[in-house]
T-cell receptor, first 114, second 115 residues
Framework: AQSVTQLGSHVSVSEGALVLLRCNYS??????LFWYVQYPNQGLQLLLK??????LVKGINGFEAEFKKSETSFHLTKPSAHMSDAAEYFC????????????FGGGTRLMVKP | ETGVTQTPRHLVMGMTNKKSLKCEQH?????MYWYKQSAKKPLELMFV???????ENNSVPSRFSPECPNSSHLFLHLHTLQPEDSALYLC??????????????FGPGTRLTVT
């Protein structure tokens, strides 16, 4: 079985500051990992994914995430926050061979202050 | 239309009504999902269909009844709902197992309010 923990249900940063959203996972096999973003009253949009290739993954809107096996982490970062980044972010894990099921974290709401 | 579409986007219904939510995917996928997203609660997987066959029912009450007539369409039939069923209902689809890394593509959701 796999699980995902997102530390911090709310994160607030100033515009132009570094964004760091934390995600830790547990999985009995090497996982696939995903970050999704959800804007108000919309569905989830895939930001980026890790599928056992490069450990540093670049996604859309300037976001990237690094897979660290030793720390069982997949934290999401962006060097400089924009007001338009304000949204809810979800980390998810899938175990290869366990079907096409995703396990989601509880989400982190990112607020960007002007 | 591209991606995953859901209709209606907003729905208000009384507890004695019967309504249906519709989802359509234009991505050539073979797996489809229903999720429930309530305020201050994690995303809850409700049902999974693979190649039109239901492969997962996450202990969902029988007042929610899914239907998957083909790999592109998914319905959620609703009857005698409770106020606590008010939520955003999200549909998603994904490619078949073994063909990708299992990412799911989501529709915009239906905001359901039960009065």
């Amino acid at each position: 079985a796999q699980s995902v923990t997102q530390l911090g249900s709310h994160v607030s940063v100033s515009e132009g500051a570094l964004v760091l959203l934390r995600c830790n996972y547990s999985s009995s096999v090497p996982p696939y990992l995903f970050w999704y973003v959800q804007y108000p009253n919309q569905g989830l949009q895939l930001l980026l994914k890790y599928t056992s290739a490069a450990t540093l993954v670049k996604g859309i809107n300037g976001f990237e995430a690094e897979f660290k096996k030793s720390e069982t982490s997949f934290h999401l970062t962006k060097p400089s926050a924009h007001m338009s980044d304000a949204a809810e972010y979800f980390c998810a894990v899938s175990a290869p061979g366990a079907g096409n099921m995703l396990t989601f974290g509880g989400g982190t709401r990112l607020m960007v202050k002007p | 239309e591209t991606g995953v579409t859901q209709t209606p986007r907003h729905l208000v219904m009384g507890m004695t009504n019967k309504k249906s939510l519709k989802c359509e995917q234009h991505l050539g996928h073979n797996a489809m999902y229903w999720y429930k997203q309530s305020a201050k609660k994690p995303l809850e997987l409700m049902f999974v269909y693979n190649f039109k066959e239901q492969t997962e029912n996450n202990s969902v009450p029988s007042r929610f009844s899914p239907e998957c007539p083909n790999s592109s369409h998914l319905f959620l039939h609703l009857h005698t709902l409770q106020p606590e069923d008010s939520a955003l209902y999200l549909c998603a689809s994904s490619p078949p197992q073994g063909t990708s890394s299992y990412e799911q593509y989501f529709g915009p959701g239906t905001r359901l309010t039960v009065t």
